[in-house]
């Protein structure tokens, strides 16, 4: 009997990570991507609670602790570059901002599609623009016309997912923006970081940061903002560059710098903070997994987490590959959601939201640093700890074997 075969739209962490526990399961897979390969871009992801669970559970940590970064920690500093406030690395037992194992996204990217390549059927520069649904099978129909009839079809395809809009509805009933905006690009390490995450924050609500790559002399960078949602072309970059100029030119520190190295960064990023609510993941024969379905927002900091445990609850519940009746697919789907459901909702409350990112107000912005400061100290580093920086990425991961 032939094996079933699943199709996952979007290649970034979610899509590849199912993909290796379906293939090692005996499903066929096979992963769609619209970009021409996996996406290289990002900052840093940490590997911590269950996400570094799952990844070692793949037999993959000791690849990425090989990628890790080298890191001192995160400071935030003022115009001039003096610092307010610093939080090593070796904080809170290197469960600080900055954590003792941390990969650049795309490295995490490049490992799982490299475990993966071997049993999955890539297909780059391709993506689901229909799906039509039966008791026993869905057809997906492809950008280039081509049809295939699947057993189950994955979103994995992010925060403006195709798939989602497809089976579910139009993004605005799904999608909630959080009150501001934020862009990723590779720019020249003008700060001399050093090991050293560096944020300035500026009053109106203005947030850049530079962290290290693996080049010493390259800054991943990040300009945010806090506002109402704007109006702007999605598929216009040089739009987008120019609402970070009025932001932030003349902002201080080295936004100058970072605003003509975003001008000329062939990896820029620009993208609303927002997160994903949904009822449901599943319909009929669709799911979603990672920021399709719960997008917390790069805010939260599990976004890799939720797409790694999320890629892992899903091939669980769906077990061995064995013919997925309707009956025992919709169980498996239930199942997965409510094993999700209380984490996802965790890694979502964010009380503060943007505000104590991009403050408003000087004064705001000096309490901040303030905190970040104290919180490491007696009386009340024990408190932080726990109400931040100790198991809060965690849940129980189900044991699938
Ligand atoms: C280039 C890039 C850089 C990022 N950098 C950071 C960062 O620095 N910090 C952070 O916190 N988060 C970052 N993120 C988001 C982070 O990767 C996710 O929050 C998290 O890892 C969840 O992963 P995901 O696989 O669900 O989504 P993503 O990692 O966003 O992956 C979704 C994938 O689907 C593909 N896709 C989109 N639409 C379609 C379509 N219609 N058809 C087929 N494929 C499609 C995308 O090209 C992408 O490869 C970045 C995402 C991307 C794509």
């Not at 960078?221 to 009025?246: M, N, W």
Request: charge should be negative; hydrophobic fraction near 40%.
């Amino acid at each position: 009997m032939q094996s079933p075969t699943v199709l996952i739209n979007g290649a970034g962490i979610a899509g590849p990570a199912l993909a290796f526990w379906l293939s090692r399961k005996g499903y066929r897979v096979i992963v769609c991507e619209i970009a021409p390969g996996i996406r290289p871009g990002g900052q840093t992801v940490d590997l911590r609670g269950s996400g570094s669970d799952v990844v070692e559970r793949m037999g993959l940590l000791d690849q990425m602790k090989a990628r890790a970064l080298e890191q001192n920690g995160a400071a935030w500093v003022r115009s001039d570059g003096s610092r307010r406030a610093e939080m090593p690395v070796t904080a809170f037992g290197g469960n600080g901002l900055v954590s003792k194992l941390e990969i650049l996204r795309g490295d995490l990217a490049a490992v799982l599609y490299d475990a993966t390549r071997r049993d999955v059927d890539y297909r780059f520069g391709s993506t689901v623009t229909a799906l039509d649904q039966s008791e026993e099978s869905v057809t997906v129909t492809l950008g280039d016309g081509d049809r295939l009839p699947v057993d189950l079809v994955v979103g994995a395809d992010g925060p403006h997912s195709a798939v989602r809009r497809i089976a579910f509805g139009p993004e605005e009933r799904f999608v909630r923006p959080i009150g501001g905006y934020n862009a990723w690009f590779s720019a020249p390490d003008t700060a001399g970081l050093d090991g050293w995450f560096l944020l300035y924050q500026a009053p109106g609500g203005l947030n850049a940061s530079m962290r290290p790559s693996h080049d010493p002399s390259i800054a991943k960078a990040g300009l945010a903002f806090q506002s109402e949602p704007l109006t702007y072309d999605r598929h216009d970059p040089d739009a987008q560059r120019q609402i970070l100029v009025e932001r932030f030119a003349g902002a201080g520190w080295h936004c100058d710098a970072l605003l003509a190295a975003a001008a000329e960064a062939d990896d820029f990023y620009f993208d609303a903070f927002a997160q994903v609510h949904m009822p449901t993941w599943a319909s009929g024969r669709v799911a979603l997994v990672g920021d399709a379905g719960y997008c917390a927002s790069p805010l939260s900091g599990m976004g890799t987490s939720l797409a790694l445990v999320g890629a892992y609850v899903l091939a669980g519940e769906l077990g061995p590959a064995d013919p997925l009746s309707s009956d025992r697919l919709a169980a498996a789907l239930a199942r997965y959601d409510e094993v999700m459901r209380p984490f996802v909702d965790r890694c979502q409350d964010l009380p503060s939201g943007i505000d104590r990112y991009a403050p408003m107000r000087e004064s705001d912005i000096a309490i901040t640093a303030a905190v970040m400061k104290w919180m490491q100290r007696w009386p009340f580093r024990p408190i932080a700890e726990k109400a931040w920086f100790q198991n809060s990425g965690s849940m129980a991961l189900p044991d699938y074997r």
